[in-house]
């Protein structure tokens, strides 16, 4: 497919998990992608040898997107290397899980601090680029947790919450330049990042909540964000859209005995 013939994306945390079958989607739509990674350096550049070897285009840049400077730094090489930048994917994340009396403070700022202000600072350092060319789109990787609870993840789930408020403010502010900003919200994806969640049985109890009774899986969740990245979704903004097989409409508090 070649939707996004021309366009540059840059998408964060790509080396690995949901991250990495986002780049892989984005350059198969026909997109040039860089593929932002923190340490993982053999992962990324494993990433950019696959869409490459499918005929695409890619380079592996580093970076902390927690820092203010580094996230800057990223856009701009981005911009450098690739010919411009038209896609920006905020996905990059962490969790610490831990019931909230015996969280250290250290924790639940680091989550927020990567979660939220990653996505805030990547955000930034792209707005004005894209209010200047009168055309982007940003997409922001959110949870189902955002807007449900659940045991253990309040860090987790407060930091997803917060990007979705700030995808709907940030939608508000840059409609008039015509760019879009809406986040994906991944029910569970058994990726690295919950593996906690999934180990005492599988996930077996976690899946009978789930009216679809499958996890999502990586592809599913980059297939969604590359519609919304696209000119299918052009009328499109400041939306929240779940990829949960149905488990937001379901789901209630806690976590399953």
Not at 60 to 83: I, K, N, S, W, Y
């Amino acid at each position: 497919m070649t939707k996004l013939a021309g366009q540059v994306a840059l998408v964060t945390g790509a080396s690995r998990g949901i991250g990495r079958a986002i780049a892989l989607a984005l350059a198969d739509d026909g997109a040039h992608v860089a593929v932002n990674y923190r340490s993982r350096v053999d992962e990324a550049q494993a990433v950019v040898e696959e869409i490459e070897k499918a005929g695409g285009k890619a380079v592996a840049l580093a970076a902390d997107v927690a820092d203010p400077e580094q996230a800057g730094t990223l856009v701009e090489r981005a911009r450098a290397e690739l010919g411009g930048l038209h896609i920006l994917v905020n996905n990059a994340g962490i969790t610490r899980d831990g019931l909230i009396y015996t969280m250290a403070p250290a924790d639940w700022l680091e989550v927020m601090r990567v979660n939220f202000g990653g996505v805030f600072n990547c955000t930034q350092a792209v707005m004005g680029h894209f209010m200047a060319e009168r055309a982007g789109a940003i997409i922001n990787i959110s949870s189902v947790m955002g807007e449900r609870a659940w045991t253990g993840e309040s860090a987790y789930a407060a930091s997803k919450g917060a990007i979705n408020a700030f995808t709907r403010n940030c939608a508000l502010e840059l409609a008039r330049f015509k760019v879009r900003v809406n986040a994906v919200l991944p029910g569970f994806v058994p990726t690295d990042l919950v593996g906690g969640l999934l180990a005492r049985d599988g996930g077996k109890a976690i899946k009978r909540r789930i009216p679809l009774r499958e996890f999502a899986t990586p592809e599913q969740v980059a297939r969604v964000v590359a519609f919304v990245a696209g000119p299918d979704a052009e009328y499109m903004t400041g939306e929240l859209l779940r990829v949960d097989g149905g488990a937001a409409a379901v789901l209630g508090t806690g976590r399953p005995d």
